[in-house]
C-alpha cells in the first residue's frame, strides 16, 4: 500500500485566493482525520470523518474552512479565501476501528 | 477534560542514554495511549502504543510505562541513538461510544540525541 497520500506537498498562495488540499487515504480505512500542524499550537483536529460522513468538525477554525469526503478513497479541506495566519503543514491521517493513525507526509501551506 | 499534558518541551541526551518523556492524562475514559515520532519534513508515524489492562510495553529499544492510577504514561528510548532525533508525541483516545477514534495529542517533545 503506498500510504496516505496528499498532494500537493508545498503551496504558495497570495491572501484571498481558494487553496484545495487533496488526501488520499489507505483503502480499508474508515476513518479520515485532517489535522494542522503549527510550532505554536502544536498539532490540531480540524475535522474528522467516519465512513465518508463529517462526525465532529468543531476544530475548523473558521466558516473559510470546509472539507468534503465524495467518497471512500478522497477527500478534500478547502480554505477560501486564505489568509497569512492559514501558513501551516496541514496533515491528512487515516486509520480503522479504534487503532493507530497513519498520516500522509502533509502539505506546507504559506499564504503571502 | 480532554487534555494530554506533555513534558518536557525538549530533551538533549548523549548517545547511549535513556530518553524519557512524560504525559499525563485526564479523561479516565482514555484507553488507547499510543506514541508517535515525527522526523522533519514528514507526518508522525506510529511507534508503539499500550492499553491500560497492562502496565508496561516494550519493543526492541522502546518502552512505554503506564500508570493508571496516576494517569500518566512515559516513553522510554533506552541506548538512545542520534538517528533517535525527532518529535516525540504522546497521545490518547477513548473506544467509548462518541469517543469515534478521534486521538488527542500533546503538544511534542523535540529529541537531540548528541554523539
Known amino acids: 500500500d503506498a500510504g496516505v497520500i496528499q498532494s500537493p506537498r508545498h503551496e504558495v498562495t497570495e491572501m484571498g485566493q481558494e487553496v484545495t488540499l487533496r488526501c488520499k487515504p489507505i483503502s480499508g480505512h474508515d476513518y479520515l482525520f485532517w489535522y494542522r500542524q503549527t510550532m505554536m499550537r502544536g498539532l490540531e483536529l480540524l475535522i474528522y470523518?467516519?465512513?465518508?460522513?463529517?462526525?465532529?468538525d468543531s476544530g475548523m477554525p473558521e466558516d473559510r474552512f470546509s472539507a468534503k469526503m465524495p467518497n471512500a478513497s478522497f477527500s478534500t479541506l478547502k480554505i477560501q479565501p486564505s489568509e497569512p495566519r492559514d501558513s501551516a503543514v496541514y496533515f491528512c491521517?487515516?486509520?480503522?476501528?479504534?487503532?493507530?493513525?497513519?498520516f500522509g507526509s502533509g502539505t506546507r501551506l504559506t499564504v503571502v | 477534560q480532554q487534555q494530554v499534558k506533555q513534558s518536557p518541551q525538549s530533551l538533549i541526551v548523549q548517545k547511549g542514554g535513556i530518553s524519557i518523556i512524560n504525559c499525563a492524562y485526564e479523561n479516565t475514559a482514555f484507553d488507547y495511549f499510543p506514541w508517535y515520532q515525527q522526523f522533519p519534513g514528514k507526518g508522525p508515524a506510529l511507534l508503539i502504543a499500550i492499553r491500560p489492562d497492562v502496565s508496561e510495553k516494550k519493543e526492541g529499544r522502546f518502552t512505554i510505562s503506564f500508570n493508571k492510577s496516576a494517569k500518566q504514561f512515559s516513553l522510554h528510548i533506552m541506548d538512545s541513538q542520534p538517528g533517535d532525533s525527532a518529535t516525540y508525541f504522546c497521545a490518547a483516545s477513548t473506544s467509548y461510544t462518541g469517543g469515534g477514534n478521534k486521538l488527542t495529542f500533546g503538544t511534542g517533545t523535540q529529541l537531540k540525541v548528541e554523539l
Open positions: 491521517a487515516s486509520s480503522f476501528d479504534i487503532g493507530g493513525y497513519t
Open positions: 470523518f467516519n465512513n465518508n460522513v463529517p462526525i465532529d
